[in-house]
């Protein structure tokens, strides 16, 4: 009995272990690598947390609608590394941001490069040439 209840806890403690690494994903599961896409927008809100930085931009599509969405960054480290700072892209700012969309549709990108300002202004999501 006292070796089961051993066992047990041996076997949850690995487990719990593992869960982090199981809930990281795939690029190329979640994004499509076919689809490159160019965003203009405004940021409403950016958060530091592992494991990647999320950018959440305001993007107007073609027809003109409003659409929140979240790119998906490097991790905070990584943007670090880079010379960005917690403080490097605010709520309100214009900005470019091109990556790949989401397979599923949704509105959510992997960022793979964010400009500040330049053509933000029109804030149109389109295609990537």
């Not at 690029?27 to 950018?55: A, M, Q």
């Not at 202004?121 to 389109?126: M, V």
């Amino acid at each position: 009995m006292r070796i089961k209840r051993t066992a047990w806890i041996a076997l949850v403690g690995i487990l719990s272990a593992a869960m982090p690494v199981l809930a990281h994903h795939s690029f190329k599961v979640e994004f499509d690598e076919t689809r490159p896409v160019t965003f203009y927008g405004i940021v409403t809100k950016l958060s530091w947390k592992n494991p990647h930085v999320l950018l959440n931009i305001d993007v107007k599509d073609e027809s003109g609608n409003l659409a929140n969405w979240e790119m998906e960054l490097a991790s905070p480290n990584g943007l670090l590394r880079e010379g960005w700072k917690v403080d490097s892209v605010k709520p309100g700012d214009r900005v470019v941001v091109t990556g790949y969309a989401a397979r599923d549709g949704s509105h959510v990108a992997s960022g793979r490069k964010v400009v500040l300002g330049g053509k933000a202004n029109s804030a149109i999501a389109q295609p990537a040439k």
